[in-house]
């Protein structure tokens, strides 16, 4: 019978536990660097958190960017941009936030509407004509951060009530890592951060958790098992049986996110590159962070329940 190659071979045996050092210095690195751009460089906010105007404009054949971003920059309303919305004919028109109340903003909509339709003739169908004032972004931006502390809270919760206290602690470290991590990518790339940023950083979260329960629900077993197997050789032991799991799961998620990225279009593709590096970061959170950090809060096979122990063979 023919057999299929692996990519992960069984009885893998890497010593993961042995770089721990070397992997803690690299994540307080990459916080600290986050910190750092957050405070001086900041993130590049979209109209859903700086407020502003959203145009969005079917064209009769192929958009002419060029000539409709001289148009408009024209039309002395301060920083305007232009781009696709996933087809040739489909153009998102971003404006800054005007001096005034709304009904400065609807005046320039509709002077936006007039040079467009001078310029590119009556045939023009607007899907969307949006304006987002400061305080509305104001509470986005806190509902959003508040979403993430929330979402946090509660896997402390959830894992805490699933396993020991030891393995939420773990699992929120990592968590936190991951969003910091996230949040570097939008200060270095200058992607634009709005609503959809704080779901790739959910979503981020939510993955690198649903990848720490799989280890540590194998390192639960383990602490039935092997009681007597120092904690070490135990915490390798689970990461490297689940390995294979890990690889494949974080490949196929790559690869589909990756065509989305090449394929999606420019709406979406701030919200999957932010997602492409959230999982690769996740993945090595949870084997560099939450599964260590069990060794330093001293987890030992007391920690699992007596009632839930395996039965001993013989």
């Known amino acids: 019978m023919r057999v299929l190659p692996r990519i ?6 890497f010593p993961f536990f ?9 994540s307080v690195v990459l916080i600290v660097a986050a ?12 109209i859903d958190f700086a407020g502003g105007i959203l145009l969005e404009v079917k064209t009769p054949g192929p958009a ?15 920083e305007v941009a232009l781009q696709e919305a996933g087809s040739s004919d489909l153009v998102l ?11 400065a903003q609807q005046a320039a909509i509709e002077k936006i509407k007039q040079a467009l339709e001078q310029g590119f003739g009556p045939g023009l169908d607007y899907r969307r004509a949006e304006f987002v004032g400061p305080k509305v972004g104001e509470e986005l931006r806190r509902a959003g951060t ?7 809270v509660l896997v402390l919760v959830y894992l805490w009530f ?3 206290w030891q393995f939420g602690v773990g699992a929120i470290l990592a968590c936190v890592h991951d969003v910091f991590a996230v949040l570097l990518v939008f200060t270095v790339s200058d992607l634009e951060f709005n609503l959809s940023s704080i779901a790739a950083i959910l979503t981020v979260v939510g993955y690198s958790l649903n990848d720490t329960v799989v280890v540590f629900d194998r390192v639960r077993e383990n602490l039935r098992r092997y009681k007597s197997l120092p904690i070490e050789q135990l915490i390798d032991k689970s990461v490297n049986e689940t390995l294979a799991r890990t690889v494949m799961t974080t490949a196929t998620t790559f690869l589909a996110l990756l065509a989305l990225y090449v394929f999606g279009g420019p709406v979406i593709q701030g919200f999957v590159f932010a997602m492409l590096f959230g999982i690769l970061v996740g993945t090595y959170s949870t084997t560099y962070i939450a599964a260590p950090v069990l060794y330093y809060l001293k987890i030992r096979p007391s920690a699992v329940p007596v009632e839930e122990s395996a039965p001993r063979a013989g």
């Open 146 to 152: 508040l979403a993430v502390v929330i979402a946090l």
């Open 93 to 103: 028109i971003r404006v800054v936030r005007q001096p005034g109340d709304e009904s």
């Open 35 to 46: 910190i750092v751009m957050m405070l001086v460089r900041g993130f590049n906010l979209g």
């Open 162 to 164: 699933r396993f020991e």
């Open 64 to 78: 002419r960017l060029a000539e409709m971003r001289t148009t408009l920059g024209g039309l002395g309303l301060g």
């Open 8 to 13: 992960v071979p069984d009885g893998t045996n």
């Open 18 to 26: 042995r770089y721990r050092h070397w992997a803690f210095a690299a």
